[in-house]
């Protein structure tokens, strides 16, 4: 028997979505970048956005998200994406316009931006990876990095005195009247990436429906920042991170 | 009959925007150059040509809009004056960088720092030479009338979409604020969607009917491949440099020495070369309107038939450069006489610093 008799389209249970490239990404095994981008090429396919989408890509580690999802992008520079995304969504209407941005991007360098995008209610989606470290230049401190933990920059661990307090940006968002829907997810386990993604549809529709911003965080994983393996990686973000950046809707309205 | 009006520069780019067919102006408010923002916010496009007008939070994030609205095929401007273009650099870096047209005004004030609100000419290095990081050039149009301030804002988004590369007025403060008859242009209709994805094959304006998705991005990490994007721009540039050099000369036939000025120095230059003319002293005048691409050859053939050549900006010495390297040896003398702080001199002094470095040019 061939395997081409077992493999058969019928018997397909699992595939590379349609949306999502065959290049192989930069992301390291275990990093929660796959399973989102994953979850965004299923859902512009099932949601027949593939001709009137526009993404927008960070600095960071998602820098390259264009070579990975097969609609138009636009590459930001670092923090700027939410000012991208205005202009993009306001002179192109009819688009899905969403950024995908990091901690550093967003709550960082680029907080001015994201504050006043979302205080406007840009009917845009911002997808937030907040994994409390900078992964692409090599482990540095993030605002979102928690308290005594170790980081390129904290070598001996963030301490409030030299560092100041860890930061909780969701909240911030949720406070502003321009935004219709922000949420914590996770994609460690199954039933979390099934969240995840009922939340980025919502935020999706949401864009289309004019209905203001929505807001997106991914609490995730950097192993090879955190410097533990996958498995281990979950279980520290379940112990540590869900505490202070706990899972579930801040705003739904 | 056409229409004149009275207005500001500045009011006057405002109503040129609209009639171009402008898709979208990201503005923050500076002094002197507010009245863009004010006057597209009283004229209301958005309710006419379906322009979008929007005050950003910063000029950060106003010139990250025009990079994100142009990055989809939009004709798409911004406007600060010196303190907020220093803001605006690093994404005019990333509109050169991503071969994206766009059109930005920088009505000049004195620096350096917050220095003053008062007209100056001081950002010309900024403006010709780059002025964010990497190799790059902007094309640079210099408006000595509230005129040109009308005309170079078509001027300015034709060439930018032409070479798909930014464009920038460069106004000194005066330009911006003084009060002058203007002929506005008709109005023409914004570009329909079709025409934007004809026009901009490369706009990640959503896909359409394309097969591939298109990325705009300044960013590309192999070497070799960014070397040939390097040489595309450079290569962009010798081309402007071959076609879009553009000045104006006033009284070159016959004249002893030539004088080099740009925007509204190059008027009071004008009246004081005239009064000196009334007395016999033949002196010329050469306007540079696109400050870069320079008119390096035509100063070079000017200077070479006249005794001496007096470079007059509002600022320390910065366009002199330009003009030094335009002359090869055997040079006349070539001298610069400029105003800092705010201060615009009167065509008297201009004729005194003149007669300084040039003596035997007094009759």
């Known amino acids: 028997m061939d395997f081409k008799d077992i493999i058969r389209p019928e018997n397909k249970v699992y595939a590379r979505p349609r949306l999502l490239t065959e290049n192989i990404t930069h992301y390291c095994p275990g990093c929660s970048h796959g ?78 931006e994201t504050i006043h995008a979302c205080n406007r209610g840009e009917n845009i989606v911002i997808i937030f990876i907040n994994n409390a470290i900078y992964g692409m230049t090599g482990g ?100 540590h991170m869900f505490e202070k950046y706990p899972l579930g809707d801040l705003k739904n309205v | 009959m056409e229409e004149v009006k009275l207005m500001k520069g500045n009011e006057a780019i405002a109503h040129a925007a609209i009639r171009y067919g402008c898709d979208g102006y990201f503005g923050y408010p500076i002094t002197p150059q507010s009245e863009v923002l004010e006057t597209l916010a009283e004229l209301m496009p958005w309710e006419t040509t379906g322009m979008v007008v929007l005050q950003a939070e910063s000029e950060v994030a106003a010139i990250n809009m ?19 273009i220093s803001l605006k650099q690093e994404g005019i870096s990333y509109l050169a960088a991503s071969e994206l047209p766009a059109l930005i005004l920088n009505c000049m004030r004195g620096g350096p720092g917050l220095g003053t609100i008062q007209p100056s000419q001081s950002d010309y290095f900024q403006a010709t030479k780059g002025g964010g990081h990497g190799d790059y050039h902007l094309i640079v149009l210099a408006p000595a009338t509230v005129q040109e301030m009308a005309d170079f804002v078509a001027l300015g988004f034709d060439l930018a979409f032409k070479y798909r590369t930014p464009s920038m007025i460069l106004a000194d403060g005066i330009v911006g604020q003084m009060m002058e008859k203007v002929v506005l242009p008709p109005q023409r209709p914004r570009r329909t969607e079709e025409e934007v994805r004809r026009q901009c094959p490369w706009a990640a304006c959503g896909k359409g009917s394309r097969k591939h998705r298109n990325v705009v991005t300044s960013l590309e990490l192999d070497s070799a491949k960014m070397e040939v994007n390097n040489l595309r ?61 320079f008119p390096t050859k035509r100063i070079a053939e000017l200077a070479a038939k006249t005794k001496g050549v007096l470079v007059v900006e509002l600022n320390a010495g910065q366009m002199i450069e330009d003009v030094r390297l335009a002359i090869s040896a055997p040079s006349p003398s070539v001298h610069h006489f400029g105003r800092m702080g705010g201060i615009v001199p009167n065509p008297g002094e201009i004729i005194e610093a003149f007669y300084s470095h040039y003596p035997e040019a007094k009759i």
């Open chain 1, 140 to 239: 540095q401190m993030a605002p979102t990095t928690l308290l005594g933990m170790k980081t390129a920059t904290t070598p001996y661990g963030r301490r409030v005195d030299l560092n100041g307090y860890p930061l909780a940006i969701s909240p911030i968002l949720a406070s502003l009247d321009g935004t219709c829907y922000v949420t914590r997810q996770a994609v460690h386990t199954p039933g979390a990436v099934r969240k995840a993604k009922v939340a980025i549809r919502k935020a999706f529709t949401n864009a289309l429906e004019k209905r203001g911003t929505s807001v997106v965080e991914i609490v995730s994983t950097c192993n090879s920042g955190w410097k533990l393996s996958p498995a281990d990686s979950n279980k520290w973000m379940e112990k």
């Open chain 2, 233 to 293: 721009f450079q290569e962009t540039y010798r081309r402007i440099e071959e076609n879009e050099v553009r000045f104006e000369e006033y009284y070159t036939d016959d004249c002893e020495y030539l004088m080099v000025a740009f925007g509204s120095m190059a008027r009071i230059c004008l009246k004081a070369i005239e009064e000196a003319r009334e007395k016999g002293v033949r002196i010329g005048l050469i306007r540079p309107i696109t400050l870069w691409p």
């Open chain 1, 35 to 112: 399973v989102v981008h994953r979850i965004v090429a299923e859902l512009l396919d099932e949601m027949g956005l593939e001709d009137r989408t526009i993404g927008i890509a960070p600095v960071g580690c998602a820098v390259f998200a264009y070579n990975y999802i097969d609609v138009d992008w636009i590459e930001a520079a670092h923090g700027r994406a939410p000012a991208l995304a205005t202009a993009a969504s306001r002179l192109n209407p009819d688009c899905l316009v969403f950024t995908y941005q990091g901690d550093g991007d967003l709550a960082a360098i680029g907080t001015a």
């Open chain 2, 66 to 84: 025009v990079y994100g609205g142009a990055a989809t095929g939009k004709a798409v401007m911004t406007s600060s004056s010196s303190p907020g």
